[in-house]
């Protein structure tokens, strides 16, 4: 039989170290901060969407603010060029409300979107987004009024 195994089990006067012995606090320490991780983790991929889908709705704003500016704009042709940039998140362009608002010669774009159509699926559905929205405001002033040929 191999020596070191009999050492392993001879009595107090064995002269091998002691084994270290995990007990049901180092588990309950690990799953602590397993549990953190996981929960910062998903913090974190909230986060990059949120800031995705932003960056996403402020070059839709800023390509409908485009479209404005053209002398045959519509308030269908600039919801339609804001459409069609949101195209590429299929959730995200079907989820976005759109708001144009017009004065005189000043245009706002205003998207909206809520957060529970940005997350992925696999994400758990974590309580504090319920009912909460990203929201993009830009306006311009345009040469000439929307719709006004």
Known sequence: MDETALQLFRGDDSAAPPLPVRGVGWVLKWAGVMAVLAAAAVILVAFACQLAAERALARAAAAGLREASLPRATEQTV???IRRRLAD????GRATQVSLAKAGDRISVGLAVPVAAILPRWLPAVSWYDGAEIRFR???QIGEQ????
């Open 79 to 81: 919801e339609a060029a």
């Open 89 to 92: 998140s299929r959730t995200l």
């Open 138 to 140: 830009t306006d311009e």
């Open 146 to 149: 929307l719709g006004a040929r």
